[in-house]
Each structure stands twice: as C-alpha cells, then as structure tokens.
C-alpha cells in the first residue's frame, strides 16, 4: 500500500513539474514571444513589441538590421531564436542555438534553460563574453473577436 501512495505521489509531482514547458508565450523585456515546436527545433516568434503610446507595433521596422535587406521588415512577426534542437518533450536546457536580438540588429550564439521557478533564462554570447535575461511565462487568452488578453503565469 505504501508503495502505491509513494507511485501516486511522485506521479503527481511529474505531472506538476511536467506543466512547466519551454512552448507557450513569454514576456521579454521589450516585447511578447510565442515559443513553438518548429519541424523539431525552438523557434520564438515575436507577437508584439513595447513601444510609446500611438505608435503602431506592427509598423516599427528592423532598421538596425546588420543585412540591408531586412531593415524594411517589420519586428513583429519574426524568429528571434533558431537552431535549438527538440530532444525530449521534458526539456529544460537547448544549448548551440541562436538569438536575433532586433534592438541590436545582430545574431548571437544563445542557450536557453528553463528555472525551477518557471521563468527562462535566456543567454547571448558574442565570443567569450555572455550575458543573459529572464524571460517570464505568460497565460494568455484569446477572445472571441482575436484581441489577447496576458497574465503573468506566476507573479
């Protein structure tokens, strides 16, 4: 009988820590990403930016591109994170990938872990310098006329 409580219970467990996924939207510190399996590898596309009051996020362009050709694309919409292989669906490090970071216009060599709290740390290296933020997950819903309504999954 113990053992079948002891089973129980550490299935529970699995199945609450099991709920904390990379996948689903995330708050950065200027924008709103939406983490996705993409043909088995992460990819984070960016649903919209923070910006000054009457300023339309759909129209502020990637100018800062270094490749002339995408400075008149806009941010929101594109792939922030590429080249972070799916392994396990229970993963919680993607190591070797890559971070377009549009402020600066430059891609970064970036790894990705998932907390125990639940927030991602998110890290860009150029060379041997890194430094890295934290990424907090986001509940969101979507109403029936499309608007999204974001909540702070633990805040």
């Known amino acids: 009988m113990k053992n079948i409580i002891y089973l129980l219970a550490l299935f529970s467990f699995d199945s609450l820590l099991s709920k904390e996924r990379v996948f689903g939207y995330w708050l950065t510190p200027g924008s709103i990403v939406l983490i996705e399996n993409c043909?088995?590898?992460?990819?984070a596309k960016i649903e919209t930016i923070f910006v000054d009051d009457g300023r339309d996020p759909k129209l502020v362009l990637d100018e800062n591109n270094r490749d002339k050709a995408l400075r008149s694309r806009a941010i929101?919409?594109?792939?922030?994170l590429s080249g972070f292989l799916i392994k396990d669906v229970k993963q919680r490090d993607f190591r070797g990938?890559?971070?377009y970071d549009p402020r600066r216009g430059r891609e970064f060599k970036?790894?990705?872990?998932?907390?125990?709290?639940?927030?991602?740390?998110v890290e860009g290296?150029?060379?041997f310098i890194c430094d890295s933020e934290e990424w907090?997950?986001?509940?969101?819903?979507?109403?029936?006329?499309g608007t999204k309504k974001a909540t702070l999954k633990n805040p």
């Not at 043909?39 to 990819?43: A, F, I």
């Not at 907090?136 to 006329?145: A, G, T």
């Open 125 to 127: 290296c150029l060379a």
């Open 39 to 43: 043909d088995n590898y992460v990819c």
């Open 110 to 121: 970036s790894n990705l872990h998932l907390k125990e709290d639940g927030n991602l740390e």
């Open 76 to 80: 929101v919409g594109i792939n922030v």
């Open 97 to 99: 990938g890559r971070i």
């Open 136 to 145: 907090l997950p986001l509940e969101v819903i979507i109403n029936d006329d």
